[in-house]
T-cell receptor, first 114, second 112 residues
Framework: DQQVKQNSPSLSVQEGRISILNCDYTNSMFDYFLWYKKYPAEGPTFLISISSIKDKNEDGRFTVFLNKSAKHLSLHIVPSQPGDSAVYFCAASGYGGATNKLIFGTGTLLAVQP | GAGVSQTPSNKVTEKGKYVELRCDPISGHTALYWYRQSLGQGPEFLIYFQGTGAADDSGLPNDRFFAVRPEGSVSTLKIQRTERGDSAVYLC??????????FGQGTRLTVV
């Protein structure tokens, strides 16, 4: 049972335009959400996060939106740059445990075309 | 070191053999995690250490998998009687309280 879902395996965007990556989750006990970026042959790198008490968090070109009622979050990148081309993973944690282990989605491959 | 270091970066082993994968976390990080990423999937949680103890090993797939962290720093993931289905990238991450997890580059394990 996939608790965190990224239904778009890939996304192609023109440089300078907005990239929108989507993520859905099923467990209402998740209280913290993160986006990681991964280049080939490297480990995932933290990008941005959001707590369930917020509905938006912004960091430079990156904004994450959380819709708790819909159990949906999205990552907006604007303007998109060729260096943003990577696999983006959505992850969730929480449900009261002390582990803080992350539950990852399957990832979306973003290709930013020059 | 500056980041999480994992060795080896690649490991090819024969079915049935024993392997050890090593993780050097960021100095001072008390929490350490092992994840496994299979092709086309996101990382899947295996085990979590807080200090020397395995606080949550609920993600280990079976008793062929074992991990230790005897001094609360370096951790070793051990896989006995490897099977072809164990082929994956094994990722290690470390963190401090109230910070994000930092991942190593992973060990790509191939069982032939």
């Amino acid at each position: 049972d996939q608790q965190v879902k990224q239904n778009s395996p890939s996304l192609s965007v023109q440089e300078g335009r907005i990239s929108i990556l989507n993520c859905d989750y099923t467990n209402s006990m998740f209280d913290y959400f993160l986006w990681y970026k991964k280049y080939p042959a490297e480990g995932p790198t933290f990008l941005i996060s959001i707590s369930s008490i917020k509905d938006k968090n912004e960091d430079g070109r990156f904004t994450v939106f959380l819709n708790k009622s819909a159990k949906h979050l999205s990552l907006h990148i604007v303007p998109s740059q060729p260096g943003d081309s990577a696999v983006y993973f959505c992850a969730a944690s929480g449900y009261g445990g002390a582990t803080n282990k992350l539950i990852f989605g399957t990832g979306t491959l973003l290709a930013v075309q020059p | 070191g500056a980041g999480v270091s994992q060795t080896p970066s690649n490991k090819v082993t024969e079915k049935g053999k024993y392997v050890e994968l090593r993780c050097d976390p960021i100095s001072g990080h008390t929490a350490l995690y092992w994840y496994r990423q299979s092709l086309g999937q996101g990382p899947e949680f295996l085990i979590y250490f807080q200090g020397t103890g395995a606080a949550d090993d609920s993600g280990l797939p079976n008793d062929r998998f074992f991990a230790v962290r005897p001094e609360g720093s370096v951790s070793t993931l051990k896989i006995q009687r490897t099977e072809r289905g164990d082929s994956a990238v094994y990722l290690c991450a470390s963190k401090e309280p109230n910070t994000e997890a930092f991942f190593g580059q992973g060990t790509r394990l191939t069982v032939v």
